[in-house]
């Protein structure tokens, strides 16, 4: 596609419920990058991947959270038993390292309510 | 540690006025240098950034930015705000090499342009 897509846009689960979100990266970027966007917190850093090489999952806040990306395209972040404070915009970006200075590209997010 | 700041939650300006978004870091060596605009319920969208060369750097619609780096400051312009500049604005960072490239992000500047 045009551009990075995720899905689903909105997601509502209750507290202890398992999620997953998903992001479709621009074809050809080989760099994907998750982020979390909330009021208290800002925009910070998940996890990010490239090629094949082990995943930087520095920026995930607990074992709960987890991504895979499978073929080197598709990403899906899972958060396990959920609570009240994983609430956020998970956005998704993408970049190729073949492009100056590494710009990445957002999709729309995921609007995530844990109730 | 490596931070963004963006010392003005909001900056309100009228239609027709030049506009400036004020950003600084604290990053160790020469960094990457981003500017990305959200507007509601959207993702981040690229406007411009700074690698090298030209300390002032031209972007999408009409911004520009100017790499002081003395000052550390990486400030958004435009000569003539529009009503429809109004959105929120964050800074970015990509540190220098050791790193996995991603950005930290400023808490956002959200910009209101009155007619």
């Known amino acids: 596609g045009a551009g990075v897509s995720q899905s689903p846009s909105n997601k509502v689960t209750e507290k202890g419920k398992d999620v997953e979100l998903r992001c479709d990266p621009i074809?050809?970027?080989?760099?994907l990058y998750w982020y979390r966007q909330s009021l208290g917190q800002g925009l910070e850093f998940l996890i990010y991947?490239?090629?094949?090489?082990?995943?930087?999952k520095s920026g995930l806040p607990s074992d709960r959270f987890s991504a895979e990306r499978t073929g080197g395209s598709v990403s899906t972040l899972t958060i396990q038993r959920t609570q009240q404070e994983d609430s956020a915009v998970y956005l998704c970006?993408?970049?190729?390292?073949?492009?100056?200075?590494?710009?990445?590209?957002f999709g729309p997010g995921t609007r995530l309510t844990v109730l | 540690a490596q931070s963004v700041a963006q010392p003005e939650d909001q900056v309100n300006v009228a239609e027709g006025n030049p506009l400036t978004v004020k950003c600084t870091y604290s990053?160790?060596?020469?960094?990457?240098l981003f500017w990305y605009v959200q507007y509601p319920n959207r993702g981040l969208q690229f406007l411009l950034k700074?690698?090298?060369?030209?300390?002032l750097v031209k972007g999408s619609y009409g911004f520009e930015a100017e790499f002081n780096k003395s000052q550390t400051s990486f400030h958004l312009k435009k000569p003539s705000a529009l009503v429809s500049d109004s959105a929120l604005y964050f800074c970015?960072?990509?540190?220098?090499?050791?790193?996995?490239?991603?950005?930290?992000f400023g808490q956002g500047t959200t910009l209101q342009v009155k007619p």
């Open positions: 970006a993408s970049s190729s390292p073949g492009l100056a200075g590494n710009t990445q590209y």
């Open positions: 074809s050809g970027h080989t760099a």
């Open positions: 991947f490239q090629g094949n090489s082990a995943p930087d």
């Open positions: 990053v160790s060596g020469n960094p990457y």
């Open positions: 700074y690698i090298t060369g030209d300390n």
């Open positions: 970015a960072v990509r540190p220098p090499s050791g790193n996995t490239g991603k950005l930290i």
